[in-house]
C-alpha cells in the first residue's frame, strides 16, 4: 500500500462529509459508508467511514474514516477523523 496515496485519498474523500451539516450527519449515525477508491498507482483501496457521538446525545460528532488496500493493511488501516459541534464548529482545528 502507498501510505501517502492512502492517505491523500482518505483526506480528500472526508472532505465529502466536512461539506455536510451536522443534520446530515446525525443521519448516518450507526450506518458505516463504504466505497472503493482506486489512486493513480491503479491500486484499489477501500474506504469506511463511521459517525459517532463525540460525547452526550445533541453534542459533538466524530466523523473517523479509514482506508486499506485489502493487504496485511487491512489490520492497522490508516485513520483520519475529524469533530463537528452541534453550531457546525469544527473542534480542535
Same mark, same amino acid.
Given at each position: 500500500m502507498d501510505n501517502g496515496e492512502a492517505a491523500a485519498l482518505l483526506k480528500d474523500h472526508l472532505e465529502g462529509y466536512r461539506r455536510r451539516s451536522y443534520h446530515a450527519l446525525v443521519a448516518l449515525l450507526g450506518?458505516?459508508?463504504? &466505497?472503493?477508491?482506486? =489512486? %493513480?498507482?491503479?491500486?484499489?483501496?477501500?474506504?469506511?467511514? *463511521?459517525?459517532? /457521538?463525540? &460525547?452526550?446525545?445533541? =453534542? %459533538?460528532?466524530?466523523?473517523?474514516?479509514?482506508?486499506?488496500? *485489502?493487504?496485511? /493493511?487491512?489490520?492497522?488501516?490508516?485513520?483520519d477523523d475529524f469533530i463537528l459541534a452541534p453550531d457546525g464548529r469544527f473542534v480542535g482545528e
Open positions: 450506518k458505516p459508508q463504504v &466505497a472503493e477508491l482506486r =489512486g %493513480a498507482s491503479d491500486i484499489t483501496y477501500q474506504v469506511e467511514v *463511521g459517525v459517532h /457521538r463525540d &460525547a452526550r446525545p445533541g =453534542g %459533538a460528532l466524530r466523523v473517523l474514516g479509514s482506508i486499506d488496500d *485489502g493487504g496485511w /493493511r487491512a489490520f492497522s488501516p490508516l485513520c
